[in-house]
């Protein structure tokens, strides 16, 4: 990035808390690491999620059934499920004309402290995800683990995970959607997969990311050429 808009960059973070959505880095510095903003932990009875525009975290319903979600949930920044994450799952799964559900890569962050609420970031390990579909869209869940938690720090792979916990997972994600309101949603888990798969589907949501929004710094740029005219 430019000298320019690198001084823009840091003088808007003094300024304005950045967007967890568009105003935070996908990959922490650690390669081996994601950011994650967790909107709901295991104790809340609200599904609460964050508002696009405003970046702030607004309750999107109370829980339907008494199960709720045992880890840490949110997703991560600067994704987004488009057409290649679609295809990724057509691909794997065999369905036809599956597209990504449009909104940002959802992550599940194994943790062994409790937390007493969302809206915060954290820096986690991915190991593997849950390949959802829902109708005919793309869900994927993305499993990881928190920077050196003492229970599952050292996980490197979904195969570490235990069964019983990644069996909750998948009964919380086959119901939570569910309004008292609606029909009954078409909702299934294709596919349990790996590390090396979660790491080509997270990538794959950077790019629908890019493409979707711009690369931060076109962003910037188009930022600098709307200062400079007003």
Request: glycine share 10%; aromatic share 8%.
């Amino acid at each position: 990035m430019a000298g320019t808009d690198q001084r823009l960059l840091e003088l808007l973070g003094l300024s304005f808390q950045a967007h967890p959505w568009h105003g935070v880095p996908a990959r922490a510095a650690d390669p081996e690491l994601l950011n994650a903003f967790v909107e709901i932990v295991p104790t809340d009875a609200v599904k609460y999620e964050i508002d696009k525009p405003t970046g702030h975290l607004k309750i999107d319903r109370p829980q339907r059934f008494s199960s709720m979600c045992p880890t840490l949930y949110g997703f991560i920044p600067r994704t987004f499920c488009g057409p290649r994450v679609g295809a990724r799952c057509a691909e794997r799964t065999g369905g036809r004309d599956i597209e990504g559900d449009g909104d940002p890569m959802d992550v599940c962050v194994l943790a062994e402290a409790s937390m007493a609420h969302g809206g915060f970031l954290v820096r986690a390990r991915p190991i593997g995800g849950l390949r959802m579909v829902d109708g005919n869209q793309a869900d994927d869940k993305i499993v990881a683990v928190l920077e050196s938690d003492l229970a599952y720090g050292l996980f490197r792979g979904i195969g570490e995970c235990p069964e019983a916990l990644l069996e909750r997972l998948q009964h919380y994600f086959l119901s939570y959607k569910q309004r008292p309101d609606e029909p009954t949603r078409t909702v299934r888990i294709a596919e349990v997969y790996d590390r090396e798969e979660a790491l080509r589907t997270i990538e794959r949501s950077m790019l629908d990311y890019e493409e979707r929004f711009g690369a931060p710094g076109t962003r910037m740029q188009e930022l600098q050429r709307l200062l400079r005219s007003s």
